[in-house]
Structure formats: C-alpha cells, structure tokens
C-alpha cells in the first residue's frame, strides 16, 4: 500500500494540500486489516455466529470497500476537479486490489492453515470498486 503513502506525501507537499490527520482513521484500518489478513487458520475465530454461508467473502467485501473509502475520504477536502477526483478515487481502488492480491499470495505461501482463494480476490475487488464508485460520486458532487 505504498503508493497511498505517495498520495499522502503529495498531498502534504503537492499542491492538493491535506492534513496528515485524515489519514489516520485509514492508516490504522489498513494495519488492522493487514493484521486479520495474515492471521493463522487456527486463530480466526470458530463460532456459530460467524458460521453461515460465504461470510468470509462479505468480510473481504467489506473489508476493501472500507479501505477504499478511507483513503479516498481526505480528498474530499482538497481541491481536486472531476477528472482528478476520479483519477485518484480509481488509482486508491486498484491499489486496494493489489493489497488484496498480494495478501492472497501471502495467506498461501507464509500463513499456516490460508490458502490462496481466487474468489476471496473478487469480493476484494468488489469491495474497492463499490468504495471507488461512491467516494468518486461525493468527490465529484461536492
């Protein structure tokens, strides 16, 4: 999630200026979420509550859509036109997709009792898309 850095870099020094503070609330969900990703098998949680059909993809879903839109939430306070605003909302989406993908590699080759789940990267996908679509319709809207 390096390029995000960039884009907080930019936006400091650049001349779309944000403070660092917005940044937080999506710094610490994307350490949060790095964290649930890289836990082992036998540490998620096994309870019938979190036991029904393809919850795991909703969490993914989730999960992504969340980190989308806090990335992209500090550019509603910039001075950004509708192409710049859509420019980043989509760049932060497929950034969030690579996150996604290569956490996938990451649970298959280095977490014990993950595998690689191709399905799991769609709903990634999903998540970040649906993020992307709305954060570009409040930036571009304000």
Request: overall charge neutral; some cysteine; glycine content about 6%.
């Amino acid at each position: 999630m390096a390029p995000c850095f960039f884009y907080l870099i930019y936006g400091l020094i650049g001349p779309y200026f944000m403070k660092f503070i917005l940044f937080i609330p999506a710094i610490f969900w994307f350490i949060i979420s790095t964290i649930l990703l890289a836990l082992p098998g036998e540490d998620l949680p096994n309870n019938s509550f979190f036991n029904f059909p393809y919850f795991d993809k909703i969490v993914h879903l989730i999960m992504f859509f969340l980190i989308t839109i806090l990335f992209c939430y500090p550019f509603k306070f910039s001075n950004l036109d509708g192409a710049s605003a859509k420019f980043w909302s989509i760049s932060i989406a497929l950034y969030a997709l690579v996150f996604g993908i290569v956490m996938e590699f990451v649970q298959k080759y280095f977490v014990p009792g993950r595998s690689f789940d191709l399905s799991d990267i769609l709903f990634d996908g999903l998540g970040s898309c649906a993020g992307m679509m709305l954060m570009t319709h409040l930036l571009v809207k304000k």
